[in-house]
């Protein structure tokens, strides 16, 4: 089972890059209501509306739990002290952290282009990681 992060979403949108890929895939997808959500807010045009209406129709929606919440504030709480991230960067992290975590509860692999962030978080609670 695989949840992709928004970032190969908006990357095939915009160059067409992991068409290959989504076609050979074999895992069972599902989609992240955060990933959703951050979707939603920079979806401007008809046919990314249309994308977006498509994935939520056809693929089952995970959403983070009170659980999941929770640790990821305490995992922000942790970078901040260890790696002095500051607010803004905290911010930027935060959905990240909750759709790694949303993955984790279901055992699914995350599927990013965002390397950095994502392996970041890995080292603090680790989970399936796969970077496209």
Same mark, same amino acid.
């Given at each position: 089972?695989? !949840? +992709?992060?928004?970032? !190969?979403?908006?990357?095939?949108?915009?160059?067409?890059? #992991?068409?290959?890929?989504?076609?050979?895939?074999?895992?069972?997808?599902?989609?992240?209501?955060?990933?959703?959500?951050?979707?939603?807010?920079?979806?401007?045009?008809? &046919? @990314?509306?249309? +994308?977006?209406?498509?994935?939520?129709?056809?693929?089952? !929606? +995970?959403?983070?739990?009170?659980?999941?919440?929770?640790?990821?504030?305490?995992?922000?709480?942790?970078?901040? #002290?260890?790696?002095?991230?500051?607010?803004?960067?905290?911010?930027?992290? #935060?959905?990240?952290?909750? !759709?790694?975590?949303? &993955?984790?509860? #279901?055992?699914?692999?995350?599927?990013?282009?965002?390397?950095?962030?994502?392996?970041?978080?890995?080292?603090?609670?680790? +989970?399936?990681? @796969?970077?496209?």
């Amino acid at each position: 089972m695989v !949840i +992709f992060d928004s970032s !190969i979403f908006v990357d095939d949108l915009r160059t067409g890059c #992991h068409a290959q890929r989504f076609a050979s895939l074999d895992d069972l997808v599902r989609t992240s209501a955060v990933v959703l959500a951050e979707l939603w807010r920079g979806a401007t045009t008809k &046919a @990314e509306q249309l +994308f977006l209406r498509t994935l939520e129709r056809k693929y089952p !929606i +995970f959403s983070p739990t009170e659980k999941n919440w929770l640790e990821s504030g305490q995992l922000l709480l942790k970078m901040q #002290h260890d790696l002095g991230f500051e607010g803004r960067k905290l911010r930027d992290l #935060h959905f990240d952290v909750l !759709i790694a975590l949303t &993955a984790l509860s #279901h055992g699914a692999t995350l599927i990013t282009s965002n390397r950095a962030d994502f392996e970041t978080i890995c080292a603090y609670r680790d +989970f399936k990681l @796969e970077v496209w």
